[in-house]
């Protein structure tokens, strides 16, 4: 009989701490996973999941528009926010059912409770139970970061925005990551009036600077407000809203203030620091490529490791560590040439590297195309595709791929795995076109609009 009453406890019923749990289960482990809030964690219950239903649901009135163009009698009529908000309620009630049922199947025992760390083999619940394991999992994710200013306490972020009982007229978004950009979209799209500050040169940074740039100008064009160099100096709350005033000097009252200005690991109060736990100047719990503390018993996984945020490598690195510790296969998890897509309006899908960093790294072509796509043009639109091939001049192997429009997120995927496998340009010049799409661009881009 062993000495600990699991082999494995995770902390956090996220993607990241489901998945470990169950795959070390399959593998005969006794798993315990406590979970304070809601199972599903930040993608399925206030993220990925809820955000893109509200993208949809903020894309339908442009495609009624688009209707009518082509020859429909249709008009739209307004958004029912609160016949919208029920049903993705429930739609989130049902995916927190499902993760429970997975877990409950796959023998995982569950605790609606807190869990802190005692020591290197303890956990201590808010429900007043504690419990040993062999080995103690934290994959408790990431929180929202707001700075601290004269009327911080009235701002809202992702986490608040799902519960909004009514639609605001009016909206100051504040940040210029890819959750601020979505959200910027959703509500422009949903009718609502967007405001949206950032301090920096350019929206989304880190992303392919020709890629943001035509992100941040097709945004403008569908009607976002964007100021960019500019941030909140004070804002407070007055009878018909919050009065926010700008480092441009701009003061306006807004129905609701949005803040998306970053996220922090959620390591806080953990009992991670008592325990001798190494921990990053941000609060991210240090960990090897096993995802392996300093501590042998603790090991971490997700965006609490800040390592590349993202729900997907989440659950490769929870499934990595339950192989490794529980299946005899150690493996790590790979974080090279990750796929990802940012749900703006217009969408962009990336992969591998900017023309930024590839410069750095030696000679690269560039291939590049930009155009109105067959349905937009018929429709009067003029809005833009980006296409944008990123090419070792040395090697012929394509480094980066960059897309701009509409399905941006579902055409990286497929381009990711052409990228993975190491494809070159010539492997993408010699795939037939499918005709007609906005696609076929990517294999029919001959000559390089600039080499570097």
Same mark, same amino acid.
């Given at each position: 009989?062993?000495?600990?009453?699991?082999?494995?406890?995770?902390?956090?019923?996220?993607?990241?701490?489901?998945?470990?749990?169950?795959?070390?289960?399959?593998?005969?482990?006794?798993?315990?996973?406590?979970?304070?809030?809601?199972?599903?964690?930040?993608?399925?219950?206030?993220?990925? /999941?809820?955000?893109?239903?509200? /993208?949809?649901?903020?894309?339908?009135?442009?495609?009624?528009?688009?209707?009518?163009?082509?020859?429909?009698?249709?008009?739209?009529?307004?958004?029912?926010?609160?016949?919208?908000?029920?049903?993705?309620? *429930?739609?989130?009630?049902?995916?927190?059912?499902?993760?429970?049922?997975?877990?409950?199947?796959?023998?995982?025992?569950?605790?609606?409770?807190?869990? /802190?760390?005692?020591?290197?083999?303890?956990?201590?619940?808010?429900?007043?139970?504690?419990?040993? *394991?062999?080995?103690?999992?934290?994959?408790?994710?990431?929180?929202?970061?707001?700075?601290?200013?004269?009327?911080?306490?009235?701002?809202?972020?992702?986490?608040?925005?799902?519960?909004?009982?009514?639609?605001?007229?009016?909206?100051?978004?504040?940040?210029?990551?890819?959750?601020?950009?979505?959200?910027?979209?959703?509500?422009?799209?949903?009718?609502?009036?967007?405001?949206?500050?950032?301090?920096?040169?350019?929206?989304?940074?880190?992303?392919?600077?020709?890629?943001?740039?035509?992100?941040?100008?097709?945004?403008?064009?569908?009607?976002?407000?964007?100021?960019?160099?500019?941030?909140?100096?004070?804002?407070?709350?007055?009878?018909?809203?919050?009065?926010?005033? *700008?480092?441009?000097?701009?003061?306006?009252?807004?129905?609701?203030?949005?803040?998306?200005?970053?996220?922090?690991?959620?390591?806080?109060?953990?009992?991670?620091?008592?325990?001798?736990?190494?921990?990053?100047?941000?609060?991210?719990?240090?960990?090897?490529?096993?995802?392996?503390?300093?501590?042998?018993?603790?090991?971490? =996984?997700?965006?609490?490791?800040?390592?590349?945020?993202?729900?997907?490598?989440?659950?490769?690195?929870?499934?990595?560590?339950?192989?490794?510790?529980?299946?005899?296969?150690?493996?790590?998890?790979?974080?090279?040439?990750?796929?990802?897509?940012?749900?703006?309006?217009?969408?962009?899908?990336?992969?591998?590297?900017?023309?930024?960093?590839?410069?750095?790294?030696?000679?690269?072509? =560039?291939?590049? *195309?930009?155009?109105?796509?067959?349905?937009?043009?018929?429709?009067?639109?003029?809005?833009?595709?980006?296409?944008?091939?990123?090419?070792?001049?040395?090697?012929?192997?394509?480094?980066?791929?960059?897309?701009?429009?509409?399905?941006?997120?579902?055409?990286?995927?497929?381009?990711?795995?052409? /990228?993975?496998?190491?494809?070159?340009?010539?492997?993408?010049?010699?795939?037939?076109?499918?005709?007609?799409?906005?696609?076929?661009?990517?294999?029919?881009?001959?000559?390089?609009?600039?080499?570097?």
């Amino acid at each position: 009989m062993s000495q600990f009453d699991y082999d494995l406890f995770v902390i956090g019923g996220g993607s990241g701490g489901v998945r470990a749990g169950r795959i070390a289960a399959e593998h005969g482990a006794r798993v315990g996973l406590a979970e304070e809030y809601r199972m599903g964690g930040t993608c399925v219950i206030r993220g990925c /999941v809820p955000k893109k239903l509200m /993208v949809y649901a903020s894309g339908y009135p442009g495609q009624v528009h688009d209707a009518a163009a082509y020859g429909w009698d249709a008009e739209v009529h307004g958004f029912n926010w609160t016949k919208f908000r029920a049903k993705l309620d *429930a739609e989130l009630d049902r995916l927190e059912a499902a993760y429970r049922g997975n877990l409950d199947r796959s023998g995982v025992v569950t605790h609606n409770a807190r869990a /802190v760390l005692k020591d290197p083999h303890m956990v201590e619940l808010s429900d007043g139970q504690s419990f040993t *394991a062999a080995h103690i999992l934290v994959a408790t994710g990431g929180r929202p970061f707001v700075p601290d200013f004269p009327g911080s306490d009235l701002v809202m972020t992702s986490n608040e925005v799902f519960k909004l009982d009514q639609q605001p007229e009016s909206i100051l978004i504040v940040g210029g990551g890819y959750i601020a950009c979505e959200f910027a979209g959703i509500f422009n799209g949903l009718g609502t009036e967007v405001t949206q500050f950032y301090r920096g040169a350019q929206v989304l940074r880190g992303f392919d600077d020709e890629a943001r740039g035509h992100v941040a100008d097709a945004m403008q064009a569908r009607g976002v407000e964007l100021h960019l160099g500019c941030n909140v100096m004070e804002m407070r709350q007055v009878e018909d809203g919050i009065w926010v005033k *700008a480092s441009n000097g701009m003061e306006q009252v807004f129905d609701k203030v949005l803040y998306a200005t970053g996220r922090k690991p959620n390591s806080a109060g953990l009992g991670l620091e008592e325990i001798g736990v190494e921990m990053g100047r941000n609060g991210e719990i240090k960990v090897d490529d096993y995802s392996q503390t300093n501590i042998p018993s603790i090991f971490a =996984v997700g965006d609490v490791t800040d390592r590349v945020n993202l729900t997907p490598v989440a659950i490769r690195e929870g499934h990595a560590f339950a192989d490794t510790v529980f299946g005899g296969t150690p493996r790590k998890a790979d974080h090279d040439l990750i796929p990802s897509a940012v749900f703006t309006q217009p969408e962009l899908g990336t992969v591998g590297l900017t023309e930024e960093q590839a410069r750095d790294e030696g000679p690269i072509e =560039v291939y590049c *195309a930009s155009f109105r796509p067959m349905q937009a043009l018929f429709a009067g639109h003029e809005e833009r595709v980006l296409m944008k091939l990123i090419v070792c001049a040395d090697t012929r192997k394509v480094l980066g791929v960059h897309l701009v429009g509409d399905h941006a997120g579902e055409l990286i995927q497929l381009a990711g795995i052409a /990228v993975k496998m190491g494809a070159t340009k010539e492997d993408f010049d010699r795939t037939m076109a499918v005709h007609p799409t906005m696609a076929e661009e990517l294999v029919t881009m001959k000559t390089p609009v600039r080499t570097a």
